[in-house]
């Protein structure tokens, strides 16, 4: 059996968490289960009594380009040692799908702890991450203040990410008060903390955040900073995976590039997608440039599409991560799409 877990069950799947997630602390799963479980939904297969697997749906306010969509992140993928292999995850996954779509969400996302896991259900990189620490000259000329858990500083610490963020994204997790008042605590259940760098001036500005897990701060969760304040450690690296989910409403943001020789542009386009059948067929595209509009053709027997690829292609492509293989004469076709630019998740539950 296929459910979702009422909010009074949900205390029940934290026996499966602690079984697969072991290197979880008690005092994070604490709060993870009395903050986090209570704003999610937790998809579960059942054997006879007993929770066999599940998946988390935690929502997010994502920002892309000018809108502000719902968007889940998967988490808590796991399935008990002694039921693997017998194809819960995919049941999970399909179901997963299947809901999201109804929902017209335009995609999902998960932090992969083996992407292999992922490939077969499509899901693809979607963001790379940057190794950064703070410079010599934010080691040594920042003040260190922790977040106060109130209003005031929540709200300052998002609008400073905030900006931060838009001037190089497109698509990231909305900052707001309550985000930060979340990281905070997800932070110090895991003996870490969050910071405030200001600098040691007459104004005291707010230059940096940094968010990270474990008394001497060996895992960093987030450091969003002024780049006179901080260094790159180490070369990018794919971080997050992800997945169109409901393809009319993604594509609604793709548009023509600004230097596209023509105003508007008509396409037929076939796209393969074995798990959300609505997204599989050929399709009519058209894009102008402020976005585009994508519709199913119901008999396309006499079509030949300019263009042909998987749901997992479509979504690197779109999402500005990788250009997809196509045939020379169909190029130009691709090149005059402008793919989305940036994108930043550096979330974890």
Request: proline share 5%.
């Amino acid at each position: 059996m296929i459910r979702y877990l009422k909010q009074e069950e949900k205390g029940e799947s934290r026996a499966l968490w602690e079984t697969v997630f072991s290197e979880d602390s008690q005092s994070f799963l604490d709060y993870y289960y009395s903050d986090r479980v209570r704003k999610n939904k937790i998809l579960t297969a059942w054997n006879e009594d007993r929770v066999v697997a599940m998946l988390h749906r935690n929502p997010y306010e994502v920002v892309v380009k000018d809108r502000l969509w719902k968007i889940d992140y998967i988490a808590g993928v796991a399935t008990d040692p002694g039921s693997r292999h017998q194809g819960y995850m995919r049941r999970l996954l399909s179901r997963c799908f299947s809901d999201m779509y109804m929902e017209r969400m335009g995609f999902c996302f998960l932090v992969p702890a083996d992407p292999a896991i992922y490939f077969p259900f499509d899901f693809t990189y979607i963001c790379d991450l940057p190794e950064v620490a703070l410079s010599e000259k934010g080691r040594l000329h920042l003040s260190r203040r922790a977040l106060v858990e109130r209003s005031d500083e929540c709200r300052e610490a998002a609008r400073f990410v905030g900006r931060q963020l838009e001037k190089k994204y497109e698509v990231y997790a909305l900052r707001d008060e309550e985000y930060y008042l979340n990281l905070s605590r997800e932070v110090r259940s895991d003996r870490g903390d969050l910071i405030l760098l200001f600098t040691r001036d007459e104004r005291e500005r707010l230059v940096g955040v940094w968010a990270y897990y474990g008394e001497t701060a060996e895992n960093q969760r987030e450091l969003i900073c002024l780049p006179d304040f901080i260094q790159k450690t180490g070369p990018l690296k794919p971080a997050v995976m992800g997945r169109i989910i409901h393809l009319e409403q993604f594509v609604s943001v793709i548009r023509l590039k600004e230097d596209c020789p023509i105003s508007e542009m008509e396409l037929f386009i076939e796209v393969k997608d074995e798990f959300i059948r609505q997204n599989d067929g050929v399709f009519r595209w058209r894009l102008g440039p402020e976005g585009s509009s994508i519709i199913p053709i119901k008999d396309a027997s006499g079509i030949k599409p300019h263009l042909s690829m998987g749901i997992s292609e479509m979504t690197s492509w779109l999402f500005g991560y990788r250009m997809p293989t196509v045939p020379e004469d169909r190029r130009s076709l691709v090149e005059r799409i402008r793919p989305l630019k940036g994108v930043f998740f550096d979330e974890i539950t």
